[in-house]
């Protein structure tokens, strides 16, 4: 499992490296949007936010948003170190958090959630090949921790290895038995 620094290191040369990857696909555009992507992926949606790391330090006095993050899973979990799952879950705790962030303040003047799912839809509609790159940097830099980490695909959950063990061993007693070759 490498440090926190060797993670940071790796994350600023490689963000660099998909950022130069993305040229041909957008441009400058798209260079800029898939490194800085990389970067907060690596640096402050990184699948270390399941304990007190660098990662959830970087959010400051905002960090305490990551508590319940981290309560729901235990660090290195499927839920927080898997690729694909790990930054979607990620991804969809920061939305449900704003979601009622704007639930609560709209009395205030503050954007509904109605409204954040029409920028959300616009952004989508009008930027689709920008998002679509943005959210493969977010996904490859996770990859890259978890690489790092030697763990691209943790363990599932005990209870779904001991139920997967239970069903292989009834489906070795429903196979009939064979006592040599069969001509």
């Keep these: 499992m490498a440090s926190g620094s060797s993670h940071d290191r790796a994350t600023w ?3 660099l490296a998909f950022g130069l990857l993305c040229w041909p696909v957008l441009g400058w555009i798209g260079s800029c949007s898939g490194a800085l992507a990389f970067l ?3 640096l402050l949606l990184s699948p270390d ?3 007190i790391s660098r ?3 970087r959010w400051g006095p905002l960090q305490l948003l990551w508590w319940p993050y981290r309560s729901l899973f ?3 979990s499927l839920f927080s170190h898997s690729p694909v799952l790990g930054t979607g879950g990620r991804l969809a705790y920061l939305a449900g958090l704003a ?3 704007a639930w609560l303040l709209a009395p205030w003047g503050a954007p509904t959630p ?3 799912f029409q920028w959300g839809q616009q952004i989508w509609n009008q930027n689709r090949a920008l998002v679509l790159l943005t959210l493969a940097g977010l996904e490859a830099s996770s990859w890259l921790h978890l ?3 030697g763990d691209p695909i943790p363990k599932p959950p005990r209870i779904l290895r001991l139920l997967s063990r239970r069903s292989r061993r009834q489906a070795k007693r429903r196979q009939p038995r064979r006592n040599g070759p069969h001509h």
Excluded: C
Aim: charged residues 20%; glycine residues 12%.
């Design 13 to 15: 040369w490689l963000a």
């Design 40 to 42: 907060v992926g690596g």
């Design 49 to 51: 936010l399941d304990t």
């Design 55 to 57: 990662p959830t330090r």
């Design 74 to 76: 235990k660090h290195r």
């Design 99 to 101: 979601l009622a962030l």
């Design 114 to 116: 109605g409204v954040l």
């Design 147 to 149: 690489i790092q980490d």
